[in-house]
Nanobody, 116 residues
Framework: QVQLVESGGGLVQAGGSLRLSCAAS????????MGWYRQAPGKQRELVAG???????TYVESVKGRFTISRDNAKNTLYLQMNSLKPEDTAVYYC??????????WGKGTPVTVSS
């Protein structure tokens, strides 16, 4: 059974930093495409950052230069380092592990609130 558990969210002032973690069990983060998504109130869930099996990373334009996705294979954990946070980054952040055919496993999310 695959489980993804996010942590590291919280309340931070604009300009601050947070590091989100996604601890995986049941599947290896090193042999699956993974991503961080977010969903703000009243908005659709969007892909924030992704990392492929080969280590290629992608970012939504609004976070480029501020966020960094990475993984620790030994800890089987995915990370999202978020710097220079802005109020518009406020959302619930979700970890996703791709399982092929467009399907994926999701964590329950961790909320991030950025105050101005």
């Amino acid at each position: 059974q695959v489980q993804l558990v996010e942590s590291g969210g919280g309340l931070v002032q604009a300009g601050g930093s947070l590091r989100l973690s996604c601890a995986a069990s049941g599947r290896s983060v090193s042999i699956n495409d993974m991503g961080w998504y977010r969903q703000a109130p009243g908005k659709q869930r969007e892909l924030v950052a992704g990392i492929t099996i080969g280590g290629r990373t992608t970012y939504v334009e609004s976070v480029k230069g501020r966020f960094t996705i990475s993984r620790d294979n030994a800890k089987n954990t995915l990370y999202l380092q978020m710097n220079s946070l802005k109020p518009e980054d406020t959302a619930v952040y979700y970890c996703r592990l791709a399982r092929g055919g467009g399907m994926g496993y999701w964590g329950k999310g961790t909320p991030v609130t950025v105050s101005s």
